[in-house]
């Protein structure tokens, strides 16, 4: 079974500084989706930025990037000129592709704290 | 458009009551998906249904039940609640059926207290 590990319930940046939030992951699949998403204080998850495994280019969104390492089953998001309106909840997750369900797994999540 | 709608927004239930949660997808979107995240965890997967039908289920007791609707919006029961089932009930609309990296779109989630 895939499993999806967040080992830093949580996390604070000064704003305008860059933060680095950490995701492994195991499978026995060669070919999946890995995301992470955003979740601020009573508000909807939002996806923030998408991997397919399969690509070797690490996913780019504005401020967002991240590190993809399959051989390690990592999966790391940068977060650049962290903004106030970075402060959520952060939580990485696994799809597998092809499979017959949209079945995301999610870990355990990050709390990120952004200090003015 | 809208996005993905949830109702109620807050439920409080005691302990061996039925509930039944709500869902309508982002227009066009015909798969939706149910979630519980329990405090400080990660949403855990229930049911996934696409065209009425039941697509997945995640390991959940037959207590949790589900169904779409054909407007595709869809419902969640739980019946003989137990006070582990507190916790934010989320929906995830997307198109198509699930086979790709498309995105999810949640919604606000229901947040049910069991007493």
């Known amino acids: 079974a895939q499993t999806v590990t967040q080992s830093q319930p949580e996390m604070s940046v000064q704003e305008a500084e860059t933060v680095t939030l950490s995701c492994t992951y195991d499978t026995s699949e060669s070919d999946y989706y890995l995301f992470w998403y955003k979740q601020p204080p009573s508000r909807q998850m939002i996806l923030v930025i998408r991997?397919?495994?399969?690509?070797?280019q690490n996913a780019t969104e504005n401020r967002f990037s991240v590190n993809f390492q399959k051989a390690a089953k990592s999966f790391s998001l940068k977060i650049s000129d962290s903004q106030l309106g970075d402060a959520a909840m952060y939580f990485c997750?696994?799809?597998?592709?092809?499979?017959?369900?949209?079945?995301?797994?999610f870990g355990t999540g990050t709390l990120l704290a952004v200090q003015p | 458009d809208a996005g993905v709608t949830q109702s109620p927004t807050h439920l409080i239930k005691t302990r061996g009551q039925q509930v039944t949660l709500r869902c309508s997808p982002i227009?066009?979107?015909?798969?939706v998906s149910w979630y519980q995240q329990v405090l400080g965890q990660g949403p855990q997967f229930i049911f996934q249904?696409?065209?009425?039908?039941e697509r997945g289920r995640g390991n959940f007791p037959d207590r949790f039940s589900a169904r779409q609707f054909p407007n595709y919006s869809s419902e969640l029961n739980v019946n003989a609640l137990l006070l582990g089932d507190s916790a934010l009930y989320l929906c995830?609309?997307?198109?198509?059926w699930g086979q790709g990296g498309n995105e999810q779109f949640f919604g606000p989630g229901t947040r049910l207290t069991v007493l």
């Open positions: 227009s066009g979107h015909k798969s």
């Open positions: 995830a609309s997307i198109s198509g």
């Open positions: 249904y696409y065209e009425k039908e």
């Open positions: 991997q397919e495994a399969y690509k070797q």
């Open positions: 997750a696994y799809k597998r592709a092809g499979g017959a369900t949209n079945k995301l797994i």
